[in-house]
């Protein structure tokens, strides 16, 4: 068995959606310029980089990250979906709908787009061209009571060309309005560009820090 990383470091480098603000990294001690030792100051959005979008980042009675449970970030069924989409597409209920059988099987459901292999040749186009979900695709979802996550290979599972569907996919993903208290957590800006077939368990577990809806995260899969 091996282990794979399917997040990325975060860095200056890591690309930002939209007009958020860069991430930045100052060396605050230096044991190179005389100090007992090293230490950083790290500036970032809680949306940069790798992260899960917690219930509350959409659904103003929805659950911060830090307050659920840590089990609920081990996923035992991953399943991959390989839909291709380019600039500013959309993926829709009906991109979905031929995988019926498998998505009902899933705890972890990753899709592949393929527009993460633009990430590092061409982060301007990833960040500001990037596909997204329909609020049809968060509607035919969330009828699966075994699915907890989804991830993707794009820096946000909202299109900034399609503002209100972006809008209206996170609404319906994180359980805005619904009575159940259901939930799906959404996983942005994932390293998919990898061989990912016979992955066995994943492991998603964000940087738990109180008061905010969403947060980092380190994620690894086992390999058999």
Do not use: C
């Not at 590092?120 to 979900?133: A, K, Q, V, W």
């Not at 208290?181 to 990898?194: R, S, T």
């Amino acid at each position: 068995m091996k282990r794979l990383l399917l997040s990325y470091p975060l860095s200056v480098n890591t690309p930002v959606y939209k007009d958020n603000p860069p991430v930045e990294i100052q060396q605050q001690s230096s044991i190179e310029k005389g100090a007992k030792y090293n230490q950083f100051i790290i500036t970032s959005l809680n949306h940069s980089g790798t992260h899960i979008d917690g219930p509350w980042h959409f659904n103003p009675k929805g659950k911060k990250l830090s307050e659920i449970p840590i089990d609920d970030f081990i996923f035992h069924h991953p399943s991959i979906l390989d839909i291709p989409k380019s600039d500013d597409e959309l993926i829709t209920k009906a991109d979905l709908e031929p995988y019926e059988n498998l998505i009902a099987g899933s705890d972890l459901l990753l899709i592949r787009t393929g527009f993460g292999k633009l990430r590092s040749s061409d982060p301007i186009r990833y960040s500001d061209h990037n596909p997204g979900f329909a609020a049809s695709a968060a509607s035919y979802l969330m009828v699966f009571d075994s699915l907890r996550a989804i991830g993707m290979d794009m820096i946000s599972a909202g299109s900034s060309l399609h503002e209100d569907e972006a809008i209206a996919f996170h609404q319906k993903i994180l359980g805005k309005d619904r009575v159940d208290g259901k939930y799906i957590l959404v996983i942005e800006d994932m390293n998919l560009n990898q061989d990912l077939s016979d992955i066995g368990n994943v492991y998603a577990v964000p940087l738990f820090i109180e008061g905010v809806d969403s947060s980092f995260s380190t994620i690894f899969s086992e390999k058999y």
